[in-house]
């Protein structure tokens, strides 16, 4: 199984709402990731997990609160966003000796209203 | 991490050979090369990667100069499928993690 999938596949929600995206991979991967990206533009790195713990946070807003419950989710919780905020939203996973063969699964389309 | 430069757009006829050009004049020795596709409303997928040695893969070859200031990469018989953003991305191969992606370069596939 070498698939990443992400629930929703879309998302509207309000600047008040609370949400959270998630995400899951079966290949045994202890490296998960998080990427941002806005319409015609390229994927934009937010979190990095490897072994469970938060090993990169590119300076993202504290509304996107990253979580990893097990090694094989990986959720971001949504709160307070902005219109801008609304962007595909792109889960991957790769293993922790080739971080750079990443699979990415289909993403979220988030749109905040 | 290296800089690359790509065209934004090319064409292709569908069965003919793509060939996608690279630009990485300022790449150091431990950095490798890697390859990306972004197929419409799809996430990104790796192609393939490489260091200096040429390199073939069941979707496609990539071809690195010798003095390492560019790359191709080659898909042999192009399909309707194969219509993507491609992304040219140089990186350290240490453990940042961090894949940088650039503006990439828009194949379409012509039947």
């Known amino acids: 199984d070498t698939e990443v999938t992400q629930t929703p596949k879309h998302l509207v929600m309000g600047m008040t709402n609370k949400k959270s995206l998630k995400c899951e991979q079966h290949m045994g991967h202890r490296a998960m990731y998080w990427y941002k990206q806005k319409a015609k533009k390229p994927p934009e790195l937010m979190f990095v997990y490897s072994y469970e713990k938060l090993s990169i946070n590119e300076s993202v807003p504290s509304r996107f609160s990253p979580e990893c419950p097990n090694s094989s989710l990986l959720n971001l919780h949504l709160h307070a966003l902005q219109p801008e905020d609304s962007a595909l939203y792109l889960c991957?996973?790769?293993?922790?000796?080739?971080?750079?063969?990443?699979?990415f699964g289909p993403g979220t389309r988030l749109t905040v209203t | 991490d290296a800089k690359t430069t790509q065209p934004t757009s090319m064409d292709c006829a569908e069965g003919r050979a793509a060939n996608l050009p690279c630009n990485h004049s300022t790449i150091s020795g431990n950095e490798y090369v890697y390859w990306y596709r972004q197929i419409h409303s799809q996430g990104p997928q790796y192609i393939i990667h490489?260091?200096?040695n040429n390199e073939t893969n069941e979707m496609a070859s990539l071809i690195i100069t010798e003095d390492r200031k560019s790359s191709t990469l080659i898909l042999p018989h192009a399909t309707l499928r194969d219509t993507a953003v491609y992304y040219c991305i140089v990186t350290s191969g240490g453990s940042n993690y961090k894949l940088t992606f650039g503006k990439g370069t828009l194949l379409t596939v012509n039947p």
């Open positions: 490489g260091l200096k």
């Open positions: 991957a996973s790769s293993t922790t000796g080739t971080f750079y063969e990443q699979y």
